[in-house]
């Protein structure tokens, strides 16, 4: 190549370079700066509760990486943080034990939003709510709970899930108090208040610790969606629809990338335990008596599980709390 003579000592260096690149990129292909540009970072937000196991797992294992994928974990304090951390900009996506409704929420205010990939379904056989009292309470029954101060997690889902079960199952003039979660045995220790509906793992926690005892588990199912066995979907893993449509190769990687986290703890829940350590504050001989949750993806969804789904979301709507009637099925992720 011919170089004029006006031009500088340094810029014949660069063009010189610049062929010599263009040489290699011949023989070894996309340089590797470019190959980190075409995988995005996917920041997922969680609550570190144990709903988030297949997430935990997934990272803890390097799934993600596997795929060649930059996955980031956003620890919140509550699922709506989580919620609003997708609508803000500031997270991809939700991982499991998000609540659902919450999400929903977030869907109402932007619709378009959110794409449902795994749900965490719970009942009275894969336990994550519960009612708990503390082990010297009298009560045998939820009706026993009539006018009494009962605790229950912060936030909308949490307290008008609390107030249904109480309502339907006989618990009149009860008072709903919202608490962290994690200070809900510690409350009825102490008296302050007379039962909790709360999550896992606080009832294995006040058992454990000789404190509290499980009145009644799977509560939403019962109470809610009239089957003990039925499946209540109160928390999801989601991707923002602005990440997919931006990034549908990565985002299709990511979620079969979780698809095998969730694999994982099906087929071999002892050993998945372990990666509760460090996401939630379950540590030591709780992580193996905590119960664990359901799970099924987007491709796993019968017609049943989507009613099931939606009796819930329409509970949201009957008490006012959603705008307007939410589909559920206009949320899951198509693939």
Known sequence: MSIPSTTS???????????TGAS???????????RAQAAPKIRIGYWPIAAGLPFYAAIELGYFKEAGLDVEPLKFAGAQQVMEAVLSGRSDGTAN?????NIAIGELAQPGTFKIFCSNPSNVKNVLD???????SPAKVMADLKGKRIGSGPGIQNVTLAKTVLERGGAVGATVVELPI???VAALAAGQIDGAYTLEPTGTIGRMNGTTRVLEAGVIARYVLGDPMAPWFGGSASLSSDFIKKNPDAAKKFVAAYGKGVAYVRSKSVEARQYLKGYTPIEGAL??????AAYMMYNEFKPADVAHFQKFFDLFSEKGIFSSRLMVDSMLYKG
Not at 9 to 19: G, Q, S
Not at 97 to 101: I, N, V
Request: no cysteine; glycine share 12%; net charge positive.
């Open 9 to 19: 000592p340094a810029t014949v260096t660069r063009r010189k370079a610049m062929v």
């Open 287 to 292: 992580t193996a008596e905590v119960p664990l």
């Open 182 to 184: 994690g200070q809900h």
């Open 24 to 34: 290699l990129l011949g023989v070894l292909g996309m340089p590797a700066i470019v």
């Open 130 to 136: 519960e009612v708990i009292v503390p082990v010297a």
């Open 97 to 101: 034990g998000t609540g659902s409704a």
